[in-house]
């Protein structure tokens, strides 16, 4: 074997060794958290905290689900769960859609002042969540929609305009100007060319925004204790009752199955449309 070969060999092995210590780096905790949900507490008690549960019980599943305290209610996290699912539907749709048609304006059609229009999305960007929260909670109480459902989506829209803008522009502008010329030939108009050619080349931009949107949405805790009100708290703020609301004995069964329930929606999104989200990202997300 040559020594260039040689090499090459052990350059590959070392890579394949670094990325399976990476991934037993990083799925060691979710292991744990699977292990311990099917375990009871008295092996819990016993400290073996890697082993695998002699007996597997779903007992602290069915807790977590339909019988652990969120605070004054005990009705698990099932509630959360439909919650966020109400939250998310709108708070996905709505600002990918925005974001498609702002993105498509600002790249194409360009109207006067997009300029700044667009500096000002973009420092929206760069604003911390925390800073805008007390506006915010003054300017939805003031129109009568703070801690309801439509305050809630309308704060995540607000906070995913500049980021969704900036994917879809930067897609956009990608694209072969050659089209929009034909079109705008044929007697295409704006609202045309973005339904009937734009939004159907848009697929890989358009899952790429979903699993961002999707995955933002549902891991978010501060918006959705600040905004939602009492009657619409999303997974994430029952997940942090059921912890932090435990008398006695600490439940960590049923603490793990909450949380891994929790993260479950995220979770799945990723595995099934990964490779979708890697051909987005290729196709111009970060351009």
Not at 247 to 262: C, F, P, Q, S, V
């Amino acid at each position: 074997m040559s020594k260039r070969k040689s090499t090459a060999l052990w350059a590959r092995i070392g890579v394949y060794a670094f990325l399976a210590f990476a991934a037993a780096f990083f799925l060691l905790p979710l292991y744990v958290m699977l292990t311990t949900s099917f375990k009871s507490m008295e092996e819990i008690r016993l400290g073996q905290i890697f082993a695998l549960p002699s007996s597997i019980t779903f007992d602290a599943w069915r807790a977590a689900w339909s019988e652990a305290c969120t605070g004054v209610s005990c009705e698990g996290v099932r509630g959360g769960f439909w919650n966020s699912v109400t939250i998310a539907v709108p708070s996905v749709v709505l600002p990918i859609l925005l974001g498609a048609i702002n993105g498509y304006a600002l790249s194409w059609w360009k109207p006067k002042g997009s300029q700044w229009l667009f500096g000002v999305l973009m420092l929206g960007a760069f604003i911390p969540v925390q800073v805008m929260i007390y506006p915010l909670v003054k300017l939805e109480a003031a129109i009568g929609i703070y801690s309801s459902l439509p305050g809630i989506v309308f704060v995540h829209l607000v906070f995913a305009m500049p980021i969704m803008t900036l994917l879809f522009r930067n897609y956009y502008a990608g694209l072969p100007s050659e089209l929009f010329k034909a079109a705008r030939v044929d007697g295409g108009g704006f609202w045309r060319i973005f339904i009937q050619l734009v939004l159907p080349m848009s697929t890989p931009m358009l899952i790429v925004a979903a699993i961002m949107q999707i995955t933002g949405v549902w891991n978010d805790y501060i918006l959705g204790l600040t905004f939602a009100g009492r009657e619409n708290q999303p997974m994430t703020v029952q997940l942090n009752n059921v912890i932090n609301t435990t008398t006695g004995e600490r439940l960590y069964n049923l603490n793990m199955a909450a949380t891994i329930l929790t993260s479950a929606v995220p979770l799945l999104v990723y595995l099934i449309s990964g490779r979708w989200f890697v051909r987005g990202i290729a196709a111009g997300a970060v351009k």
